[in-house]
């Protein structure tokens, strides 16, 4: 199993609202991404997580709250976003640290908040 | 300053010709690693092809090659053929360093929107 899998594909929801974006990766990495890209724009890193602890956090607004709750799953918890929160949100992962480390993503999850 | 230059927003190809599209890069790391993406309209990030900076022979996957001249600090990636199907965003990223936290973070061009034309 070479993918990473992310649920849901579109995911409407309004300013009040939470709701969970789920990420699942079965190659044994070690570390995982999220990323928000805006259209024609480059992907931005928002979390890092390796072995299973928040490595990297790029001063992302508390309205957005990673969780891994195991080596295989990243979660995106979302609450009280802003309509300019609305983007793709990539989910990615790599072995580790170690040699050229590519990074492999998932399909992404197309956010719109109304 | 960026760190990751692509001059092309656009370019346009052939089917079966050959097209390059260009990178550069700037870091004061001896260590670090270039690479190339492909993202289709779909949004799925497409690996596509790696460089150390250590590594004497530019590399090549299939159609693919990257162009890699360390001292102009440029990772040029090179589609030989082009089909429809390459049709899409390229974006190329660097990561700095080959250790530490720094090892995970990838800094991406703005991409080049590649259209091939039948």
């Known amino acids: 199993d070479t993918e990473v899998t992310q649920t849901p594909k579109h995911l409407v929801m309004g300013m009040t609202n939470k709701k969970s974006l789920k990420c699942e990766q079965h190659?044994?990495?070690?570390?995982m991404y999220w990323y928000k890209q805006k259209a024609k724009k480059p992907p931005e890193l928002m979390f890092v997580?390796?072995?299973?602890?928040?490595?990297i956090n790029e001063s992302v607004p508390s309205r957005f709250s990673p969780e891994c709750p195991n080596s295989s799953l990243l979660n995106l918890h979302l609450h009280a976003l802003q309509p300019e929160d609305s983007a793709l949100y990539l989910c990615?992962?790599?072995?580790?640290?170690?040699?050229?480390?590519?990074?492999?993503f998932g399909p992404g999850t197309r956010l719109t908040v109304l | 300053a960026q760190k990751i230059t692509q001059t092309q927003p656009g370019m346009f190809v052939q089917e079966k010709e050959a097209v390059t599209l260009d990178c550069t890069y700037d870091t004061s790391d001896q260590s670090y690693g270039l690479f190339w993406y492909k993202q289709p309209s779909s949004g799925e990030m497409i690996f596509l092809i790696y460089?150390?900076?250590?590594?004497?022979q530019n590399a090549t996957e299939g159609r693919y090659s990257l162009n890699f001249q360390k001292a102009r600090k440029s990772a040029n990636l090179v589609i030989s053929a082009s089909q429809l199907g390459d049709s899409a965003m390229y974006f190329c990223?660097?990561?700095?360093?080959?250790?530490?936290?720094?090892?995970?973070?990838?800094?991406f061009g703005k991409g080049t929107l590649l259209t091939v034309n039948p």
């Open positions: 997580y390796s072995y299973e602890k928040l490595s």
């Open positions: 990615a992962s790599s072995q580790g640290q170690a040699g050229n480390n590519e990074q492999f």
């Open positions: 460089q150390g900076s250590y590594d004497e």
């Open positions: 990223a660097m990561r700095e360093g080959l250790g530490g936290g720094s090892n995970y973070k990838l800094t």
């Open positions: 190659m044994g990495h070690r570390a």
